[in-house]
Each structure stands twice: as structure tokens, then as C-alpha cells.
């Protein structure tokens, strides 16, 4: 889930992201401690440098992957009758159908040029924790036009949660910490699965349109997929350019999000990133999963994460309250 962030005044240059780590994640499987750490060491030199890096050898099949990706196109073929019959807007858990336009994410600039579609962790109306309100908890809404799409994306959010899970441990070992340091957080996570469709950025559009302005994910970690037509942009800091994320077909981006930069008091980034669907002329399509842990896990200054004198910058909060927090303000409800 995104936190808006204005850039408008900012000048862009552009790079390729050739800059950008690929790790290798199969050492996380492995018996030896050492291969797990050093994994653990690549993943806290990226989130060191921008929060961002690429990973391989994740153990999701490919076929999966692009069984997903066809769900995904035939959901957002329907006509927008059908699509609207499971409209988010029917869900008080954020679930179901976003129609094109209907987010902005850079203050000022025209809106979004993308739709989407919301799924999570399947809880019924008579949940323990849909009785009692907890966010964005509740049963997800299913196109019953399709419908090998519903078993494809649970299947699918089943491995995601595991591959979260999995790296939260290589995470732990990044910052040094216990190897299960992050278990209580992983178990029962809230998790959120968006498919995106951004159609070809026109000829005549605005300047100042995007098809996703420039934010940073609100939650923990973000693994996402995409198609190969390229458009996804992430921000250097420190060169002060965007760099061009281009597309490696089974590679997942990784990316923290707000969350995980308070957890680390900041010594971890958030990564401001963007996508402009002007490379490839044609439509394109990703599939973020938001990994976001138990919602009422207590999130506090790590340790290890302070500086020699230095103070947490953030107090505790419990994932839902930030979460609740966040939305609020990029909703503003």
C-alpha cells in the first residue's frame, strides 16, 4: 500500500538500473548458517544503499507466475460492468476492483493511469477479527467470470506469504539479529495482493501524468512482479536520477516500505519509486504482494538500529495502528 510523496519540482535524469543488486535467496534454504548469512549480508548492503534489490532463485515456478499474469489480463478484459460488480468500494476491507484514474498519488498531477484489483488473507464475515474491525480484514471479492481465478491467486498468495516469511529471516540476518527474530511478526501476517493494468501512456498526455506517481510503500516489504514492458522507476538518492528498473523475466523487485524504515530508525530506506508505461507502447501489467506481518505485532526502534547517543525517532505502534495511520492520510479516511 503506498504513501504519496510530491516531486514535482525535482529534475530527473535517467539510468539504467544496472547499479541495482540481483541476489541469489537460495542460500536461505540452505543448512549451513554461513550461506544464510551471507545472503543476510547482500540484503543489508542494498537496503544500506536505496531499499531496493532484485532476487533470485525464490522457488515460485514460473509457470505459476504466468498463470497469474493471465488471470490478471483476462480479469481486466472484462467490460467495466463486470468489472464494477466487485468494485472495492463494496468491501469494508479494501478488497475487490479499483477503476482507472481512481488513485493519485502525486499530489497536483492529474490522476493515475492504471486500475487494479485488491485480495488478501481470506477471512468470512464471521471471523474473530472481522467481528471485532480489524483493518483491511475480511473476505475477498471473486469476478465469477473467471473462474480459475480465484484458486490461482490463492495458490499464489500462499507462496508469496511463504517467500515473505522467508525473507523477513534473511532480513533478521541483514540487521544481525536472531535468525526467528521476525516469527511472531510473520505469523497470521495481514498480507495484501494487487494486479495492476496500466494501459500505453498516450502521445498527448500530460507531462505530469504517471500511470503510479512517485511514492513509497506504507508497510514492510514489498515483492513485486513484472511483465516486461519496462516503465518501472526507482529514485537514487544520493545521484539524485531515476533509474530505469528494467524488467528480468521470474525476478522479483524488493523494496521496503515506510514501516520498515521506522523499524530501523531510518537506517534502512523506504524506496521512492514510480512507473510511466512509455517504453514498450503496449499494455502493462504487475503484480505487487504487500507483506505487512501480524497486525498486532509491536513495532519498535530495533536493536542495533540506533546510533553511539542516538534516540528512536518514532515511539512504538502496533502494525495496524501504523497502517491505520498511513491510510488515513494518503485517503484521507
Keep these: 500500500m ?12 535517467y539510468a539504467a538500473a544496472s547499479t541495482l543488486p540481483v541476489i541469489d535467496i537460495s542460500g536461505l534454504a540452505s543448512e549451513d548458517l554461513a550461506e544464510r548469512q551471507a ?21 515460485i515456478d514460473d509457470q505459476l507466475q504466468q498463470l497469474v499474469f493471465d488471470q490478471a489480463k483476462r480479469f481486466f478484459d472484462l ?17 475487490g476492483y479499483e477503476p482507472m484514474g481512481n488513485q493519485t498519488l502525486e499530489p497536483g498531477s492529474p490522476p493515475d493511469l492504471k486500475e487494479g484489483y485488491y485480495m488478501g488473507q481470506q477471512k468470512d464475515a464471521d471471523h474473530p477479527h472481522v467481528l471485532a474491525g480489524k483493518f483491511n480484514c475480511g473476505p ?17 498468495l500462499k507462496q508469496m506469504t511463504e517467500l515473505g516469511t522467508r525473507l523477513m529471516r534473511g532480513l533478521a540476518l ?32 500530460d507531462p505530469a501524468q504517471r500511470g503510479a506517481g512517485a ?20 529514485w537514487d538518492d544520493e545521484n539524485q536520477l531515476w533509474l530505469d528498473v528494467e524488467p ?13 524504515a521506522r523499524w530501523t530508525n531510518d537506517m534502512y530506506r523506504s524506496t521512492l519509486h514510480r512507473v510511466i508505461n512509455n517504453v514498450s507502447g503496449g499494455d502493462r501489467y504487475s503484480i505487487p ?11 519498535d526502534c530495533l536493536p542495533g538500529c540506533c546510533k553511539p547517543g542516538e534516540e528512536p525517532k518514532y515511539p512504538p505502534v502496533t502494525v495496524e495502528q501504523h497502517h491505520r495511520e498511513m491510510y488515513a492520510r494518503t485517503y484521507g479516511k
Aim: glycine letters at 6%; charged letters at 20%; a negative charge.
Design 140 to 156: 475477498n471479492q471473486w469476478p465469477a467470470q473467471v473462474p480459475e481465478f480465484r484458486p490461482v491467486m490463492e495458490e499464489y
Design 289 to 299: 504482494f504487500f507483506h505487512a506481518g501480524n497486525s498486532d505485532y509491536l513495532v
Design 79 to 95: 467490460s467495466t460492468e463486470d468489472k464494477m460488480a466487485v468494485d472495492k468500494a463494496l468491501s469494508p476491507a479494501n478488497r
Design 2 to 13: 503506498p504513501r504519496t510523496k510530491s516531486f514535482a519540482s525535482t529534475e530527473s535524469r
Design 174 to 205: 541483514s540487521l544481525e539479529l536472531e535468525e526467528d527474530y521476525f516469527d511472531d511478526y510473520c505469523q497470521d501476517p495481514m498480507t495484501t495482493l494487487r494486479l495492476l493494468h496500466y494501459p500505453p501512456q498516450p502521445a498527448d498526455a
Design 248 to 260: 528480468i523475466p521470474g525476478v522479483y523487485n524488493i523494496n521496503l516500505g515506510d514501516m520498515f
Design 39 to 59: 545472503v543476510g549480508k547482500e540484503i543489508r548492503s542494498a537496503c544500506l544503499a536505496n531499499g531496493f534489490f532484485l532476487i533470485s532463485n525464490h522457488g
Design 215 to 234: 511514492h513509497t510503500d506504507f508497510g514492510g516489504l514489498t515483492i513485486l512482479l513484472q511483465d516486461n514492458a519496462g516503465g518501472l522507476q526507482v
